[in-house]
């Protein structure tokens, strides 16, 4: 799964263009979150399909995107899981760009976290994830 994100105008049917776009060629968003500042909107998509995603969004005048990997995890799905493991990523000085719940399945909740690309490896190293 990847990371993207995109970059447009912050006006109205903004999100409805980059998701038709994405169902168009029929990616599946795994998880999504938007938001607007000042004439920017800007959007963080996880898909697995990022190749067909980028391909469509491509043909969006004034659209922009940018791709990075993340890590997911399973996580037991209770009070103080997610703080356990943030601190944990923050006493090695991990820096977090973005985080999404991606599903909950059971006792356990799946997290992707997406570290600052100098702190790959070692968020990996503290999250147990082998490449």
Do not use: H
Request: charged share 25%; net charge positive.
């Amino acid at each position: 799964m990847k990371e993207l994100i995109i970059t447009a105008k912050n006006q109205v049917g903004s999100l409805a263009t980059v998701a038709e776009a994405l169902g168009g060629v029929g990616v599946n968003i795994e998880a999504i979150s938007c938001y607007g500042f000042a004439e920017k909107a800007f959007f963080r998509v996880l898909t697995a399909d990022s190749a067909s995603a980028n391909k469509a969004l491509s043909k969006i005048p004034e659209v922009r995107v940018q791709e990075s990997d993340i890590l997911v995890i399973k996580m037991l799905n209770r009070p103080g899981e997610l703080g356990k493991i943030t601190r944990k990523l923050a006493n090695r000085g991990v820096n977090l760009e973005s985080l999404y719940i991606v599903s909950k399945k059971n006792d356990y909740t799946e997290v992707a976290f997406k570290p600052a690309s100098f702190d790959m490896d070692k968020a990996r190293e503290v999250l147990g994830i082998k490449e």
